[in-house]
């Protein structure tokens, strides 16, 4: 090293007690009233994030909104079924104002429904409804779902139908729905 390097490291790295660079001291120490503030930096910066994953996770309250939808699949051995339709989540878990029209195997018909739905904070949920054509019920219908995390956007699909008279259809039917 020549004596210049070796003049501007000294003056870089000099004392026991004080750092020094460009010739002047520095203290290693922070001042005593920026303490607080460093110490206060984590704090704000966790109860930030925890603000964002709170506000990121799924619930009733967020996922209240009308709602338009398509489900489309098969009832084993009755057919194919599509439909398209909205409906209304409220902030309490009910499914409200439903109203599509289907075919399935062919027969179109104007449904109304009206259920509960639940919503956990990974974003999955249920929806268990039951389904009229006029007065008269056609089926009861439940779900699994999942939302999107901005719960934009939900997909699901039937687990299980079952007929007025208790008789159950196995089914393979997809649910799309997008808030309006």
Not at 50 to 77: H, Q, Y
Not at 97 to 104: I, Q
Request: charged fraction near 15%; hydrophobic fraction near 40%.
């Amino acid at each position: 090293m020549n004596n210049a390097t070796h003049s501007h490291a000294s003056r870089i790295f000099a004392s026991n007690r004080y750092r020094v660079f460009l010739g002047k001291p520095v203290n290693p120490k922070p001042a005593p009233r920026l303490l607080p503030i460093i110490l206060a930096i984590p704090l704000i910066l966790g109860t930030a994030a925890a603000a964002r994953a709170e506000g990121s996770s799924c619930s009733l309250s967020r996922a209240a909104a009308t709602w338009t939808f398509t489900d489309s699949g098969t009832v084993i051995g009755v057919g194919p079924r599509v439909a398209f339709g909205r409906f209304t989540l409220d902030a309490s878990g009910k499914l409200l104002n439903g109203v599509a029209t289907s075919s399935l195997n062919g027969a179109i018909a104007d449904e109304t429904f009206y259920g509960t739905y639940t919503v956990n904070s990974d974003c999955t949920g249920t929806i268990s409804i039951e389904v009229f054509s006029g007065d008269t019920e056609l089926f009861a219908v439940s779900a699994d779902m999942l939302f999107d995390d901005r719960m934009h956007r939900l997909n699901g699909i039937f687990t299980s139908i079952v007929t007025p008279g208790g008789v159950s259809l196995p089914s393979a039917i997809a649910v799309e729905a997008r808030r309006q």
